[in-house]
C-alpha cells in the first residue's frame, strides 16, 4: 500500500469497498434465512456477519456523503450503552 492515489482514485476505491460489503451483507443475510430452519446456530453466525457487513457499508457511505445516514436517538431502537453517547 506504497502507492501514492489522488482523491478521485480514493473515491473510487471506498465506493467499490461499499458496493462489495452491500452484496456481501446481501449474500449473508439470504444464507441466513435458509439456515434459520435447519441450523439455527449457524443463521445467528450468518445474521451477525450480514450486520458487519451492513455497518462496515454504513460507515463507507457517511464517508463519502456525510449526514447521509441518520442515528435513532438512544432508547428508540438507537445505540445504548457503556461508552455509547449522543454528540450534538
Known amino acids: ?13 471506498i ?9 456481501e451483507e446481501r449474500v449473508w443475510r439470504e444464507r441466513a434465512q435458509s439456515l434459520t430452519a435447519t ?3 449457524r ?3 450468518a445474521a451477525e456477519r450480514a ?14 456523503t456525510p449526514g447521509a445516514i441518520t442515528v435513532p436517538e438512544p432508547g428508540a431502537g438507537g445505540p445504548v450503552g457503556p ?6
Open 1 to 13: 500500500m506504497s502507492d501514492v492515489v489522488d482523491a478521485d482514485e480514493l473515491l473510487r476505491r
Open 15 to 23: 465506493r467499490r469497498g461499499r458496493d462489495v460489503a452491500a452484496e
Open 39 to 41: 441450523d439455527p446456530d
Open 43 to 45: 443463521a445467528r453466525e
Open 51 to 64: 450486520r458487519t457487513y451492513e455497518v462496515v457499508g454504513a460507515v463507507l457511505t457517511e464517508i463519502i
Open 83 to 88: 461508552g455509547v453517547r449522543r454528540v450534538t
